[in-house]
C-alpha cells in the first residue's frame, strides 16, 4: 500500500488489524487462568478506534508538565545509591 488512504478504508484496515491482533492474544495467551474472550477486548477496541481515527483526542496528562504548568519544582532523578 502506497499513499494515504481514505477515512473509511483506514476505518477498516484498522478493524482488520484490531481483529487480527485480539484474535491472537485470545488464543496465544499463556495464562490459562485468564481465560481470555473476544469480548474482553471490546471497550480497548471502542477506544483505540476512536483515537485513531481522531474522533477523541490523546490524554497527554501523563507527560511532565512544565512547573509554570502546575507540575514539580524539582524532580529527583538521581537514582538511590547502590546498598
Request: proline share 7%; charged share 30%; with cysteine.
Given at each position: ?11 477498516m ?22 481465560n ?48
Amino acid at each position: 500500500m502506497t499513499g494515504k488512504l481514505d477515512k473509511t478504508a483506514f476505518g477498516m484496515e484498522l478493524d482488520r488489524r484490531l481483529d487480527e491482533i485480539i484474535a491472537w492474544a485470545v488464543k496465544e495467551c499463556p495464562e490459562e487462568s485468564a481465560n481470555l474472550a473476544y469480548a474482553d477486548f471490546e471497550k480497548i477496541r471502542t477506544d483505540f478506534h476512536q483515537l485513531a481515527t481522531g474522533e477523541i483526542k490523546a490524554d497527554n496528562s501523563l507527560s511532565d508538565a512544565e512547573p509554570e504548568e502546575g507540575g514539580p519544582q524539582y524532580i529527583n532523578d538521581n537514582p538511590a545509591p547502590w546498598p
